[in-house]
């Protein structure tokens, strides 16, 4: 028998990658995490000054939902969508001379803020970040179906965990309601609907969804999210007033001043447009590859959902094209894209690993941790790669569940062959 030349070897070992069992990944995610945690620790200290005087400090993104809060409490919520009353108050509650932080977000949102805004700045941010974590944490449990502990230090460890505790983000709420939809969806679509429904402080996360749903004909779900959605709106209303949505509205037509004109770092982006912008095109030619991209999305989605695929290949993929057809994902919302690795996951462990998939699952960490990097230094737009490897995956088990079902499908029988006269 002829000797493997030690390239056909390598080859063997990182298509199959039977070395990446549940062991080593648990570890490798532990190294990972301390590691990340560490750096955090780091920028945390040098942001505030430890070891060397900043000249222009930072703040988080979360100081945009505090302020905008603490306005809705004196009972000015219209004002949290002007700058300078927003930044005036976001002064008071860190430093004077820190980055203004926009808010764009719908007034529902304000409801969470203003109950946030009671607390102490710093005591809300923890509050926040620890209860949207437990149910990030809590909704990935039911996905991988897991027990125990060990699993968690490899989830902790994807780099959008950290994009998100490090600007206060709310990207654990928004894949925990995304992803609690994804599980309910086919057995409680009631209380799939509500979840998603409550989503609609981020309404451009649903742009996919009623192309899936409609497909998929779970109107049960659709309806339900309507209503959710005319509810948190009316109550908003009531708390708000209209002429805090009509500041809103205004505001938001006004976003794309701060969206397409770079305010917001085009490394930070994971989306086509953003990609775009990064290359140098002008944020017109980046919206018509957006446009484009989001067609191909709901072209897609809604042939998936209407074959009727399963549960984990239906809803990982929806997920991550959610991440390639809107125009505004950054760093943090990739978090969306790990509760679709955990569907695919959980997909691998009832019918097995095919080819470099572990391989390329495994490698949407490192590429999730150099995206900003890589953005800000050479401007290469590796935001969308991961999610379009991850899409890939999804396709390829898709066309063999097709397949499958092709191959498994009775095969006609030709009336004489029954014995019938013809």
């Keep these: 028998m002829p000797r493997r030349r030690p390239t056909q070897r390598l080859i063997e070992l990182l298509r199959d990658a039977s070395w990446l069992n549940r062991d080593r990944v648990a570890a490798w995610g532990l190294v990972l995490l301390v590691e990340e945690i560490l750096l955090l620790g780091f920028i945390a200290l040098w942001q505030h000054g430890v070891f060397t005087n900043i ?3 930072t703040s988080s993104d979360f100081v945009s939902f505090y302020a905008a809060g603490k306005l809705a409490l004196a009972g000015t919520p219209a004002l949290a969508y002007d700058h300078a009353a927003h930044y005036l108050v976001q002064q008071q ?18 409801v969470l803020c203003a109950g946030l805004a009671k607390l102490p700045y710093a005591v809300a941010y923890v509050v926040f970040q ?4 437990g149910m990030f944490i809590a909704m990935m449990r039911n996905v991988l179906r897991e027990h125990g502990w060990r699993w968690i230090p490899p989830l902790l460890a994807f780099p959008a965990v950290f994009w998100n505790l490090g600007l206060g983000q709310n990207a654990f709420l928004s894949a925990a309601l995304f992803g609690g939809f994804t599980l309910l969806v086919d057995r409680r679509p009631r209380s799939a609907g509500v979840l998603l429904g409550m989503l609609c402080y981020k309404p451009h996360f ?11 004909r779970r109107w049960t779900a659709f309806f339900a999210s309507a209503a959710t959605m005319a509810a948190l709106v009316g109550v908003s209303v009531l708390l708000f007033g209209w002429h805090t949505w009509r500041v809103y509205l205004q505001a938001f037509a006004g976003s794309n001043s701060v969206y397409a004109s770079g305010l917001i770092d ?5 989306t086509p447009f953003g990609a775009a912008r990064l290359l140098g095109f002008g944020p017109w030619p980046a919206y018509a590859m957006q446009a484009i991209a989001a067609l191909m999305m709901a072209g897609l989605i809604g042939l998936i959902w209407h074959r009727g695929m399963s549960q984990p290949l239906r809803t990982a993929a929806l997920l991550t094209a959610t ?11 990739k978090l969306l894209l790990l509760v679709a690795i ?13 080819p470099w998939e572990k391989l390329l699952l495994t490698a949407v960490y490192p590429i999730s941790l150099l995206t900003w990097v890589l953005g800000i230094g050479l401007h290469i737009p590796v935001g969308p790669m991961s999610s379009t490897a991850v899409l890939f995956l999804c396709i390829r088990r898709i066309w063999l569940e097709l397949s499958a079902r092709a191959h498994a499908a009775p095969v006609p029988v030709p009336v004489q062959a029954l014995g019938a006269t013809p």
């Design 342 to 354: 955990g569907w695919l996951i959980r997909e691998a462990r009832e019918h097995g690993f095919l």
């Design 93 to 110: 509650a860190t430093f004077e001379g820190a980055h203004y932080q926009y808010f764009f977000y719908p007034p529902v949102f304000l």
């Design 55 to 57: 000249a222009a400090p």
């Design 266 to 270: 085009f490394a930070g982006y994971v």
């Design 130 to 133: 620890v209860a949207t974590l």
């Design 323 to 333: 991440l390639l057809a809107v125009p505004l994902a950054l760093l943090y919302d």
């Design 206 to 216: 649903g742009l996919l969804v009623p192309v899936a749903l409609a497909f998929g």
